[in-house]
């Protein structure tokens, strides 16, 4: 195939649709012939994955790579930020954590501190490396900027948007979002605010989440391109029944509604943790028409639920010491006596033993808390991060997912596998365990009754792929693909 150059998908802001964007044009590259691959210099998020050689990315980067067809690799995603609190946040280096930093430290211009200046250029240069590791290997390289590209007061320390497209020599298309409104002024403001140089890489835009009738767009989308002298490449329609998993905690907090009993479905809820990581473990089972599943720290939820799911968490401590403070932790141990099934995946699992300690302050200043005591572990942290992808067996089917952890929890299941299941109280490190259709159904078996007049076992994996190929097409149909092929063959 012809070579493609890179293509960059930058913002007006965060949430305006850049990773679905991304992945759309990496499962269109893959239709079209070419081998794509994702990659995004820094991330910033709670949700990641685990590469297939035992090493942590951002978790868009995984889908992305996905929909190109292909293993995930840190090198789509060399550095990560997991935040820990409001000023801190974890570092991830090539997929292995290598310390915290505060947030002023990480961001002030490089001038105003030796230390600060040589850390940026080394991640400058960790990031660029990557980039080329990857082009070298694929094409074209699919690229996402991060949040707006218009943050001035950052360009010095940026390390993802315009100065990353200027070392691939990409070509940058600008994603505006109009569903929120002001899609004009973000987008001319956008183009308006680089330097001379940064402007002329811009070489289309993209309105995404357009509700209506295309045709009242007609009139500003001519509007547009005369005030930015930038061609639209295209109106991309609200996609309302197209299911991609997303990473960013605006997608989650707009899944969080009041719950309402359903008597012929199993009731799931997910308890919503302020330091909540991870939460697309349940994208499946928002899928499954036999459940219904909702986000939630109400109490009285919680009691009505068959069953309750603690998920995995950034801050195990801290989001146990708030459970215990606002009542859901009684709530929990309560349904549980009731009868309602428990899981706890990786810092929920934690959460479900008898103690959790933390005597190097790894996660902060709280050393030891009781847990709920439905298991009979315990947890100690520690400051080793436990990354890997596995594979095991559990109740005679085989099951894959990965381990995102930093604690080390005693004693192991009783046959050393990686469930603990104990009276209807189930416990894992495992992510992705969900995604195994076997241990949902296992999950489900004590809700036979409800389940007799529901919808057949849910094919996660089929999904996924229809799904890609659903945002394919719909991408194709409101973007100029000629035009952007021009585009990237152009010299």
Not at 219 to 231: A, F, V
Not at 420 to 429: D, R, V
Request: with cysteine; aromatic share 8%.
């Amino acid at each position: 195939m012809k070579r493609l150059h890179p293509i960059m998908f930058a913002g007006t802001g965060s949430d305006v649709g850049k990773s679905i964007v991304a992945a759309a044009f990496c499962r269109i590259f893959r239709q079209d012939g070419y081998q794509p691959a994702p990659f995004k210099a820094q991330n910033m998020a709670l949700n990641s994955f685990v590469t297939p050689d035992g090493l942590e990315i951002g978790r868009a980067q995984a889908v992305q790579a996905e929909a190109a067809g292909i293993p995930c690799h840190t090198d789509m995603n060399p550095l990560l930020l997991k935040p820990q609190s409001d000023h801190t946040s974890q570092v991830v280096l090539h997929g292995k954590p290598i310390g915290n930093k505060d947030a002023y430290d990480y961001w002030r211009k490089g001038n105003q501190n030796s230390h600060v200046s040589s850390l940026n250029s080394q991640f400058r240069k960790e990031v660029c490396d990557a980039y080329d590791r990857l082009a070298a290997r694929y094409n074209p390289i699919v690229m996402e900027g991060a949040g707006s590209i218009s943050e001035i007061n950052l360009r010095n320390t940026d390390l993802v948007n315009l100065p990353m497209a200027r070392h691939a020599k990409a070509d940058v298309i600008l994603v505006g979002d109009i569903d929120r409104g002001g899609v004009f002024a973000s987008v001319y403001g956008s183009i308006a605010l680089q330097t001379p140089e940064d402007r002329k890489m811009i070489k289309g835009i993209i309105i995404n989440k357009f509700r209506g009738d295309m045709r009242l767009f007609e009139e500003g989308r001519k509007m547009m391109e005369d005030i930015c002298g930038i061609p639209v490449l295209g109106v991309i329609p609200y996609m309302k029944d197209i299911h991609i998993e997303e990473e960013d905690s605006v997608a989650l907090a707009m899944k969080s509604s009041k719950f309402i009993v359903h008597s012929s479905k199993v009731n799931v809820a997910v308890i919503m943790l302020q330091h909540i990581s991870n939460y697309t473990d349940f994208d499946v089972l928002e899928q499954d028409e036999r459940l219904n599943l909702f986000y939630t720290n109400n109490v009285e939820d919680i009691r009505q639920s068959d069953i309750i799911i603690l998920p995995g968490t950034k801050s195990t401590l801290s989001d146990l010491y708030e459970l215990r403070r606002n009542g859901c932790a009684q709530a929990i141990i309560k349904a549980h006596h009731d009868g309602a099934t428990v899981l706890g995946i990786c810092g929920g699992y934690q959460m479900l033993g008898r103690e959790v300690s933390d005597p190097l302050h790894v996660e902060g200043d709280i050393e030891r808390l009781p847990g709920l005591g439905l298991l009979p572990i315990t947890t100690t942290m520690e400051g080793e991060k436990v990354t890997r992808q596995t594979e095991f067996h559990y109740q005679g089917q085989l099951m894959k997912g990965y381990e995102i952890h930093m604690g080390q929890t005693t004693p192991l299941p009783p046959d050393g596998g990686l469930v603990w299941e104990q009276n209807h109280c189930l416990g894992t490190y495992v992510h992705g365990i969900l995604d195994n259709q076997a241990f949902v159904e296992h999950l489900l078996a004590p809700f036979h009754d409800k389940l007799q007049e529901a919808a057949k076992p849910f094919d996660y994996q089929a999904y996924k792929e229809e799904q890609y190929n659903r945002l394919a097409d719909h991408v194709r149909q409101h973007v100029d693909m000629d035009q952007i092929y021009q585009i990237l063959t152009h010299d």
